[in-house]
């Protein structure tokens, strides 16, 4: 239970989130996702950063889970896909190796509710020469399900073509129903579970029991959070098509990701 203090504190700092878009102080940060099989870079998945004047960095999970719940994520949720897709293009403009590449942003429930949503998503896309296929829109798991009117968006962006994954996967509630009801295209394995494969029977075990299902529906994977070579070895073995985690590559700006890993070079 927060003290009195801290509910202050949390009200102080929704307000100057409120603010931070305006003021410049939000940014996107890149993390690559790859290849499993070939090691090559396949996707990014983008990452708010908000930089406060006096405070500094504050962790996303903080400020997103501060502005959730106050709907405080339209215009900064906005930010993040018209950043990304103005990063894809350039990086699409500067390198051969980015034309097949993709975009993961993270989409919170609130923003399925605007129905101004996909005539906005392809707007944005037309404007820089993209396509539907180019941007993946993840929806966690820790959020609760989309209402009816969540899931119609849903079905009308899949309809669309926009690539939907469902994030965190295994840590919500009921997720085997979600993967039942919603029309995803991709799981991403939480990162809880890459982390405990090295220790845990319980884990492995869910981690290819995940990959089964995924293959029986016919359903892309990502596995989270990779950090060491047994992990990423264990995944391969067991048929996970894609991977991110720091072995491959921390969240970067995106001129340092572009410099990182556009360059050809094979990931770990
Ligand atoms: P997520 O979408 O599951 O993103 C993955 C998080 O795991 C990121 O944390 C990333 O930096 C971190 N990560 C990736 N690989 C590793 C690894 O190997 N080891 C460890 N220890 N961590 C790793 P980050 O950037 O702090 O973001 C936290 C969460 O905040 C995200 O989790 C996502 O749910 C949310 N978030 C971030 N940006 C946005 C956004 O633009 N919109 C919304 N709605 N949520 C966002
Ligand atoms: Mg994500
Ligand atoms: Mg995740």
Same mark, same amino acid.
């Given at each position: 239970?927060? =003290?009195r203090q ?11 989130f ?5 003021r ?6 890149y !993390?690559?996702i790859?290849?499993? !099989?070939? #090691?090559?870079?396949? *996707? /990014?998945?983008?990452?708010?950063r908000w930089h $406060? ?7 996303? =999970?903080?400020?997103i889970?501060?502005a959730e @719940? ?5 215009? @900064? *949720?906005?930010? /993040? ?17 980015a034309d097949?590449?993709?975009v993961s942003v =993270?989409v919170?429930p609130?923003q399925?509710?605007?129905? %101004? ?14 396509? /539907?296929?180019?941007?993946h ?5 820790t959020?609760?399900? @989309? %209402? @009816?009117s969540g899931?119609?968006?849903? =079905?009308r962006?899949?309809?669309a073509?926009? $690539?939907?994954a ?8 009921s997720?085997?129903?979600?993967? !039942? $009801? ?8 939480d990162r *809880?579970?890459t982390t405990d494969?090295a220790t ?6 869910i981690v #290819?029991?995940?990959? !089964?299902?995924a293959?029986d529906?016919?359903?892309d ?14 995944? $391969? ?14 969240? /970067?700006t ?9 360059n ?5």
């Amino acid at each position: 239970m927060p =003290n009195r203090q801290d509910v202050r504190h949390n009200v102080w700092l929704s307000g100057e989130f409120a603010e931070a878009e305006g003021r410049g102080e939000l940014s996107i940060a890149y !993390q690559p996702i790859v290849d499993m !099989q070939t #090691r090559r870079i396949v *996707g /990014a998945e983008a990452l708010m950063r908000w930089h $406060h004047g006096t405070r500094g960095a504050v962790s996303p =999970n903080t400020f997103i889970g501060l502005a959730e @719940p106050e709907g405080l994520l339209h215009g @900064p *949720g906005a930010f /993040a896909i018209e950043t990304a897709l103005d990063d894809l293009a350039i990086w699409r403009a500067a390198s051969d190796l980015a034309d097949g590449l993709f975009v993961s942003v =993270n989409v919170s429930p609130s923003q399925l509710e605007d129905q %101004g949503l996909i005539d906005g998503l392809i707007t944005t896309l037309d404007s820089r020469g993209l396509d /539907a296929g180019d941007l993946h829109l993840e929806l966690t798991e820790t959020a609760p399900p @989309p %209402g @009816p009117s969540g899931t119609a968006m849903l =079905n009308r962006l899949h309809g669309a073509g926009f $690539h939907i994954a469902i994030d965190d996967f295994g840590t919500g509630y009921s997720s085997l129903l979600r993967v !039942q $009801h919603l029309p995803c295209r991709s799981l991403k394995i939480d990162r *809880g579970f890459t982390t405990d494969l090295a220790t845990s029977a319980t884990s492995r075990a869910i981690v #290819r029991s995940t990959l !089964q299902l995924a293959r029986d529906m016919g359903l892309d994977v990502v596995a989270e959070g990779i950090e060491t070579e047994d992990q990423r070895d264990f995944l $391969h073995d067991n048929g996970c098509p894609m991977g991110q985690g720091y072995l491959f590559g921390k969240p /970067a700006t995106s001129d340092d990701f572009r410099r990182a890993f556009l360059n050809g070079s094979l990931t770990p």
